[in-house]
């Protein structure tokens, strides 16, 4: 059985730091395709970033380009999301989401989810 859990999330001020991790059990990790996705109160679930099996290719919301790096570590079967700048609209419910059939940005795409993370930005 396929299982995702997230960490890292929490309270930062604007314009601080977070990093998120998401482990990854129960399937080949280093064959996955692994996204971050996020939601807020009354919002719909959004695409935050994706990073291919092997790490070469990643791609970003334009919303997070240039603030998030997204990475992973096939040898401790985990993904990260590095989490710079934070401002009043990143705060959200982080979730990571994995599949095995090549990169996306769509939310249907994915077949495995963990149950997410808080992220909160005080200003």
């Known amino acids: 059985q396929v299982q995702l859990v997230e960490s890292g999330g929490g309270l930062v001020q604007a314009g601080g730091s977070l990093r998120l991790s998401c482990a990854i059990s129960?399937?080949?990790?280093?064959?996955?395709?692994m996204s971050w996705f996020r939601q807020a109160p009354g919002k719909e679930r959004e695409f935050v970033a994706t990073i291919g099996w092997d790490g070469s290719t990643t791609y970003y919301a334009d919303s997070v380009k240039g603030r998030f790096t997204i990475s992973r570590d096939n040898a401790k079967n985990t993904v990260d999301l590095q989490m710079n700048n934070l401002n009043p609209e990143d705060p959200a419910v982080y979730s990571c989401a994995a599949h095995w059939h090549g990169t996306s940005a769509v939310e249907r795409t994915y077949n495995y989810w963990g149950p997410g993370t808080q992220v909160t930005v005080s200003s």
């Open positions: 129960g399937h080949t990790f280093s064959r996955s395709f």
